[in-house]
């Protein structure tokens, strides 16, 4: 990853839509209809990762933040 701020600015958007489609999937596993054998333990290493994505984005945003 590069500093300048359009590629981090970049990198902040992936992370978000990331972070979006996680919240998707942690849906989807919630839902009545789900066929997942063990759904909790899906939620539980899908929110993990949701975390992951929120300490991303708040590092991108901090770098840009400090950007010119």
Known sequence: MTDHPFYTGMD?????I???NLLTVI?????EGC???DPEAA???FSA????CDREIARL???LELSP
């Open 12 to 16: 902040l958007e992936i992370a978000t």
């Open 18 to 20: 990331r972070r979006r």
């Open 27 to 31: 849906s989807g596993l919630s839902s």
């Open 35 to 37: 066929t997942v054998k």
């Open 43 to 45: 939620i539980a290493e």
């Open 49 to 52: 990762l949701v975390a992951e």
């Open 61 to 63: 945003r901090g770098i």
